[in-house]
């Protein structure tokens, strides 16, 4: 494949990946509706802050409707609910033997293939810290797990040359069988981290409170379940240990593998999740019908009940309708929910 790399979406993932692509020699070309971010691009450059590694690069920008052209690879990393939106705008775009590949939070590569076909989607998975600040400027706070793989298990050279392509942004970067894996281990993870953003304590401080852990245990417990149910085998990432989480498994284990995830955590320039940022400063709507919601209605379908992922649901819808702040209280709610009020 040839051609310029087209980037639907330039905040936090798709600005940090599509930096460290240009500065691997990679042409690419970012999208964003955000007219702002693109005309600060196309006159300044895109700028990574943070203490990792800030750098600066120069690009080129255009608003969806400026897109011209047809591309063999497109990295969509638009915010969950905006998919199928931006799939459909990407459309015409992407070329008959190329591909969509998700960087984004969810399990978003089943709205993309339900789009483009199956054949034409691609997965990954990424765990690293990064926010938008400012229109040309993402900070890039903390590393996290970066993975891509095929929807279908297989090994083919495009997955293997985008497998290359991300190992110039980490050079940790796995290229698996087991996608779907990595998927449903970071919704695993995800439903913890959007119970930390009903509170204004950071990721690694809600998860080192020993008195919520029996609650978002629970809430793992609900997940796990459904994924069970879809017969996927789970992957651990960045502390998180699947095993650790699953029914009857050893307190110790589970105690360990929270321990874990608080020090990767406490590693991290980005002390909250993007979550917690569209809530308290951007003052927005959140992913959450898009990334947990799936785990509710898969969940139906297997007959399985998700009371306490149901509850979290409607406490951040109850946050982003300004009916609810961010408090510890909120913890104590989904404790109820889960059976487990906290001594």
């Known amino acids: 494949m040839t051609g310029p790399i087209l980037v639907w979406g330039a905040g936090a993932i798709g600005g940090t990946i599509g930096a460290a692509l240009i500065r691997a020699g990679e042409e690419v070309l970012f999208v964003d509706r955000d007219a702002a971010h693109v005309d600060a691009i196309n006159r300044n450059g895109l700028a990574i802050t943070g203490a990792i590694d800030p750098h600066h690069v120069k690009a080129r920008a255009f608003l969806p409707e400026e897109v011209t052209g047809v591309y063999d690879e497109i990295l969509l990393a638009v ?58 400027v993402i900070h890039f706070g903390g590393r996290g797990a970066v993975v891509v793989g095929e929807i279908d298990g297989t090994l083919t050279p495009r997955i293997e040359r985008l497998h290359r392509q991300f190992l110039a942004f980490d050079r940790n970067a796995v290229l698996t069988r087991n996608i779907w894996g990595y998927l449903w281990s970071k919704l695993v993870v995800g439903s913890l981290l959007f119970a930390t953003a009903v509170t204004n304590d950071s990721i690694a401080d809600v998860l080192a409170m020993q008195r919520y852990r029996p609650t978002l245990t629970a809430l793992a417990h609900e997940v796990l379940a459904v994924a069970a149910a879809e017969g996927v085998k789970l992957e651990p990432f960045d502390g998180f240990d699947p095993r650790a989480f699953m029914p009857g498994a050893d307190p ?43 785990v509710v209605e898969i969940g139906r379908q297997h007959g399985i009940a998700t009371p306490v992922t149901q509850a979290l649901i409607g406490l951040i819808h109850a946050t982003e309708e300004g009916r609810r702040s961010l408090e510890l209280a909120g913890l104590d709610d989904l404790a109820k929910a889960a059976g487990k009020v906290p001594a």
Not at 101 to 127: C, D, K, M, Y
């Open 252 to 294: 110790a284990a589970t105690e360990r593998s929270y321990d874990e995830m608080v020090a990767h955590n406490r590693r991290s320039a980005k002390s909250h999740t993007g979550i917690w940022r569209d809530l308290a400063v951007r003052k927005r709507k959140t992913e959450v019908d898009q990334q947990i919601g799936p």
């Open 79 to 136: 915010k969950a609910h905006h998919t199928e939106e931006a799939t459909k705008a990407l459309l015409p775009h992407l070329a008959i033997d190329g591909y969509v590949a998700s960087i984004q939070n969810g399990l978003n590569e089943r709205i993309i293939a339900a789009i483009v076909g199956p054949e034409r989607t691609v997965g990954s998975f990424v765990n690293f810290g990064a926010d938008y600040i400012e229109p040309g």
